[in-house]
């Protein structure tokens, strides 16, 4: 039960941070960029939901042990 109400504290400070990370890369990306400067906030974008479901992953994977 402890390690539930860890668990679920730290998926929430998880969830938190990359929304914070989305939010700054959605600033960006109403500036005028090159063609490849958006194609690299795509990238980038991309990469932070890869890893934020990573992440969670392993969560879920500490929660079932």
């Known amino acids: 039960k402890h390690i539930k109400h860890k668990t679920d504290n730290a998926e929430k400070i998880i969830h938190k941070s990359f929304d914070i990370l989305?939010?700054?890369i959605h600033e960006y990306e109403h500036e005028h960029l090159s063609v490849a400067e958006h194609k690299i906030i795509s990238e980038i974008k991309k990469?932070?939901?890869?890893?934020?479901?990573?992440?969670?992953?392993e969560i879920k994977d500490i929660e079932s042990v």
């Open 47 to 57: 990469d932070i939901n890869d890893a934020e479901k990573v992440i969670t992953k």
């Open 22 to 24: 989305r939010d700054d």
